[in-house]
Each structure stands twice: as structure tokens, then as C-alpha cells.
């Protein structure tokens, strides 16, 4: 998993409430349990005009000028923010998956759903959660300048504008570490990999008809 300290990018608005997983990845999209490939459905149903399906280039389909991520400005945005309730519905891994394949790094919004939270932790997703004041201040600067970005330093736990204005967030302790040290759930269990290693020797030892 890939180290995430301070981190600068470019801003997308998404401006709506309750986002649910199928509207993040549509169902027909999740045939694979990679993390990779899904980038291109991301919003599939807001993002093109015409019905997509596996397999399908997206070259091909009919891109919708007024979803915000089909916008010149907001090409190459690597932090998205949302409304309240973000990620809610089924409790897919695909949904982060997507995201992040997509090209984002940071997810910004007053609230998320438990399961997707939990979920853009464990591939290194970050989802900050402020106020609907601060949220509200984002979308309008985002919306009233282009090429807007920010800075968000995990080690200090804020998020930067481009007035070097600082909105504080909370992050467990723990998933803050992983994060500072890009360690997934088998990352940690490797840190053991040594100890793991004299378990299974002992074991061998003392019982070794189990390994006949």
C-alpha cells in the first residue's frame, strides 16, 4: 500500500447527497475481485449518456458534458468532495476500489457510510470527515476558481486551502499509522514474519506428524 503523508491535488465537486455504492460502481461492473479496472465505470450511470456493460471501451460510450468529472477543469482530480452519507448502500469493496483506481487519493465529505469508511482505510483511501460549514466553504472556492487544490497533511491531521486556511479532521490512531506507513492488514501481519516463521518450526518440532 502506498505511504500517504502530505498529499496536494486537484478538486472535484460532487455535489449530492447520499451516494449510494451502486451509483459509485454499478452491479454489471463487479466481475473481478482485482482492485484495478474499475476506474473507467466510476459514476458509470451519471458519467455517459448511453447504458454501460463489461467490457466495453469507454472511448466508445457517450460521455455526459454535465457530470462534473466530464468537465475540462476538473480532469485529473485526485480529491473528490461530497455530501453527507457518502458510500452508503451495499457494502461493496468495489466502490473505494473504483475510486481510487480512478486516480483519487482523498475523499472529503460530512459524513460516510460505516462500511465504505472502513473499507478506503484498508487500500489506503483517505476519507476526511469536516463540518457541513467547511464543506459548504470548500464547494463554494471550488466552484468559484479553477484548478483549485489542496493540501491535506495527515501527520497534522489538515486540510490546507489555497488561502492556507486549515480545517482539522480526526483519524483513529491506528489507521493513521498504517496510513503514514502504507500498511495494509497483510503489511502489518509480515512485520510478524520472523516470529510467524519460529511458530511454525516449534510446531513442527513438537508435533510433527501433523505435517506428514
Known amino acids: 500500500m502506498e505511504k500517504f503523508h502530505t498529499f496536494t491535488g486537484l478538486v472535484a465537486p460532487l455535489d449530492r447527497a447520499n451516494v449510494d455504492t451502486d451509483a459509485i460502481i454499478p452491479k454489471q461492473f463487479l466481475k473481478s475481485i482485482k482492485r484495478s479496472g474499475f476506474g473507467q465505470n466510476l459514476f458509470d450511470e451519471w458519467r455517459y449518456l448511453d447504458h454501460g456493460e463489461p467490457g466495453m471501451d469507454a472511448t466508445q460510450r457517450q460521455?455526459?458534458?454535465?457530470?462534473?468529472?466530464?468537465?475540462?477543469?476538473?480532469?485529473?482530480?485526485?480529491?473528490?468532495?461530497?455530501?453527507?452519507?457518502?458510500g452508503c448502500g451495499s457494502s461493496r469493496e468495489h466502490a473505494p476500489w473504483s475510486l481510487q483506481d480512478y486516480g483519487f487519493r482523498v475523499i472529503i465529505a460530512p459524513s460516510f457510510?460505516?462500511?465504505?469508511?472502513?473499507?478506503?482505510?484498508k487500500i489506503g483511501l483517505l476519507p476526511v470527515v469536516l463540518d457541513a460549514a467547511q464543506m459548504d466553504h470548500l464547494f463554494e472556492e471550488v466552484k468559484s476558481a479553477a484548478g483549485y487544490r489542496l493540501t491535506v497533511n495527515l501527520q497534522k491531521q489538515v486540510v490546507i486551502t489555497p488561502q492556507n486556511t486549515e480545517f482539522k479532521f480526526e483519524v483513529d490512531a491506528f489507521r493513521k499509522y498504517c496510513l503514514l506507513n502504507g500498511l495494509d492488514e497483510i503489511g502489518l501481519t509480515l512485520q510478524h514474519a520472523e516470529k510467524i516463521k519460529q511458530f511454525e518450526q516449534k510446531r513442527r518440532n513438537e508435533q510433527p506428524w501433523l505435517f506428514i
Request: glycine share 4%; aromatic share 18%.
Open 63 to 86: 460521455p455526459n458534458p454535465e457530470f462534473v468529472l466530464n468537465q475540462a477543469r476538473y480532469l485529473g482530480a485526485q480529491i473528490l468532495l461530497a455530501r453527507a452519507n457518502f
Open 113 to 121: 457510510a460505516d462500511i465504505f469508511f472502513n473499507n478506503c482505510f
